[in-house]
Structures are given as structure tokens and as C-alpha cells.
């Protein structure tokens, strides 16, 4: 049985949601504010967070920025903020999913199933996988470069994983949208290319001339170092 440590502040919401989960067969833990979010997620290490971000106390933005510092745990963001610099946002700091009030308790639902599912995807991966001096393991989720642990982002260990299961595939920007964040909706090109570019400033020793992540012009990006197909 998963755990989903459900983060709101507004009761009626709180029990709807967690009624749905737990009919739906996951543990349900809930917090009413940021900071006891923070206790529990380090106490019980959900194996995914639903986050408010409108709370009384710490905002869920620095709620996910926290947590992301010493976890990776699933982090699906409610919030009413529905302008694309938001959702970007979220993102970039952590999230791997964005929900925009009003929604249905079913999409929740729908949505921490797509999001742990994606999570066992990439547990699936062999152990450990190295390619030139990049050293990814899939047990603890640790990407690491000559021997040095990288601090990357949920999102970037998922986009990396993901490019490298298909070496030399191109991958259009709509498609790594909907595999690595889940989204599919206009908008969000440019967060994977941020996402992207992020990634090469950590994994590539000169990210203008990329060796791992190579750009495939006017569609998307391919993992292409030699030896790796």
C-alpha cells in the first residue's frame, strides 16, 4: 500500500481528497500546514506528496523547495494560480505534477497513479548505468559525474533516464513533456527546454557543445554519445 501525505488546509478539501485515496487503496496521511508537512514527510517518507500551496503558514513553493533538498518523493501541486509562469515555476522548483483549481478528487486520483507509475518506471532501469563519466543509479536515484554526486532535480533525473533508455532516439519537446512531467498541453516547450538546459550545465563538461544531450533542430533532443546504443 502507498503512502500519499496529503498537504491542505481547507478541511472540506482535506476529506475529500483523502476519502477518494483511501477508496482508491493508498495510506493517507494529511497536514494542515507547512511546517508540520516538513515533520511528517521527514518522519513517515511518503512515496508521494500532494501539496497545497496557499497554506497558512509556510507557502507550499517553500514547502517543495525544502523537502526537495534532501528528497525525491512525488510532488503534486494544488493550487489556483492558473497562469503558465506559475506552472512553470512549480515545475522548476521540484513539482512533478501541476493541478489548477477547480478539479475532480478522480483526476488526484488519476494523476499520484501516473505519477508513482512513472516513479516505478525508472526503478525498473538496470541498478546502475555508465555512460563516459556519467554514473546514473537507479537504486538511490543519484546521478554522478567523475565520482561526484550532481544536485539535479527530480524532473532532470527523470528527463536524463528517460533520453538514455532510447540512445539515439529523437525525441520531439511534446513528447518529453508528456513522458518526463506528464503534462499534454501548449505552453510548456520552453519549461523542457529549461529543464534541458539546466541538465547540460551539470552533466556536460561545456553545455555549448553538448556531448550527452545533443539539440535536434526545429523538433527536440536525442541522447547520442558514442558507444552508449
Excluded at 99 to 122: H, M, N, Q, T
Excluded at 131 to 141: E, K
Excluded at 163 to 187: A, C, H, K, Q
Aim: charged share 30%; aromatic share 8%; proline share 5%.
Amino acid at each position: 500500500m502507498s503512502t500519499v501525505l496529503l498537504v491542505e488546509d481547507e478541511l472540506p478539501m482535506l476529506e475529500i481528497l483523502s476519502s477518494y485515496l483511501q477508496k482508491d487503496g493508498f495510506h493517507v496521511v494529511t497536514a494542515e500546514t507547512g511546517r508540520e508537512a516538513l515533520e511528517l514527510a521527514a518522519a513517515i517518507q511518503p512515496d508521494c506528496l500532494i501539496l497545497d500551496l496557499m497554506l497558512p503558514d509556510l507557502g507550499g513553493e517553500e514547502v517543495c523547495t525544502e523537502i526537495r533538498k534532501h528528497s525525491r518523493v512525488p510532488i503534486l501541486m494544488l493550487t489556483a494560480k492558473s497562469g503558465e509562469a506559475d506552472r512553470v515555476h512549480g515545475l522548476e522548483i521540484g513539482a512533478d505534477d501541476y493541478l489548477v483549481k477547480p478539479f475532480s478528487p478522480r483526476e488526484v486520483v488519476a494523476r499520484v497513479r501516473a505519477i508513482l507509475r512513472r516513479a516505478g518506471d525508472y526503478q525498473a532501469l538496470t541498478d546502475l548505468v555508465e555512460i563516459g563519466d556519467l554514473s546514473i543509479s537507479m537504486r538511490d536515484r543519484r546521478i554522478r559525474k567523475k565520482g561526484k554526486v550532481l544536485d539535479v532535480t527530480p524532473n532532470e533525473y527523470r528527463l536524463l533516464t528517460t533520453l538514455i533508455r532510447y540512445p539515439g532516439r529523437n525525441w520531439s519537446r511534446e513528447e518529453l513533456v508528456t513522458e518526463v512531467l506528464g503534462y499534454d498541453f501548449d505552453g510548456f516547450d520552453r519549461t523542457i527546454d529549461s529543464h534541458i538546459k539546466n541538465l547540460r550545465q551539470k552533466i556536460e563538461d561545456d553545455p555549448r557543445k553538448p556531448v550527452y544531450v545533443k539539440t535536434v533542430y526545429g523538433f527536440g533532443y536525442r541522447f547520442d554519445y558514442p558507444g552508449a546504443r
